[in-house]
T-cell receptor
């Protein structure tokens, strides 16, 4: 069964450094998403991406964050100048369509720890 | 106001028993979808079941069913014949018409007791 793949599974970075989280969405999907989950808290939407541009973003997704689809298969989240509070599980998701009846298929997550 | 409310932070259930996890939602949009996801201790998010706002019947997927009461704006997940592997966090979520984001509740931690 096709799945969303995220790398690395765990990343530790120094405060102030830049990190890139990588995702390979399901191949025929058109919509891509990033969510984050701070430990013990709920999952929060960050951004959605369609047709090579951001289609929706939350207030969390400020200038510190950017997304890119550098080639036909990868989807990346870049976090510049990381802060301690950026420590969280980051989930990539993809979907074939968008609409109220379309579930998002999630990757296994990247646990980011900022020290 | 919270879009998705899950009032049970933790639940216990005996193995082989049924359990209901509560979820209420808040939207003024007539078109929306409700989802339940399971998050085991390993961390991944697993899609379980979907209910559309216009669906006349409650959704079912194997041992999972969704008790959808539209007038009450509730979408409770029922797990029948609980298994030890059902121990996990369960998140209720909603996508409203015209939006791509899915909004999650705070989750319910279910523990199945042998």
């Amino acid at each position: 069964e096709p799945e969303v793949t995220q790398t690395p599974s765990h990343q530790v970075t120094q405060m102030g450094q830049e990190v890139i989280l990588r995702c390979v969405p399901i191949s025929n999907h058109l919509y891509f998403y990033w969510y984050r989950q701070i430990l013990g808290q709920k999952v929060e939407f960050l951004v959605s991406f369609y047709n090579n541009e951001i289609s929706e973003k939350s207030e969390i997704f400020d200038d510190q964050f950017s997304v890119e689809r550098p080639d036909g298969s990868n989807f990346t989240l870049k976090i510049r100048s990381t802060k301690l509070e950026d420590s969280a599980m980051y989930f990539c998701a993809s979907g074939p369509l968008t609409g109220v009846d379309t579930e998002a298929f999630f990757g296994q997550g990247t646990r980011l720890t900022v020290v | 106001a919270q879009k998705i409310t899950q009032t049970q932070p933790g639940m216990f259930v005996q193995e082989k028993e049924a359990v209901t996890l509560d979820c209420t939602y808040d939207t003024s949009d007539p078109s929306y979808g409700l989802f339940w996801y399971k998050q085991p201790s390993s961390g991944e998010m697993i899609f379980l079941i979907y209910q559309g706002s216009y669906d006349q019947q409650n959704a079912t997927e194997g041992r999972y069913s969704l008790n959808f009461q539209k007038a009450r704006k509730s979408a409770n997940l029922v797990i029948s014949a609980s298994q030890l592997g059902d121990s996990a966090m369960y998140f209720c979520a909603m996508r409203e018409g015209g939006y791509q984001k899915v909004t999650f509740g705070t989750g319910t931690k279910l523990q199945v007791i042998p």
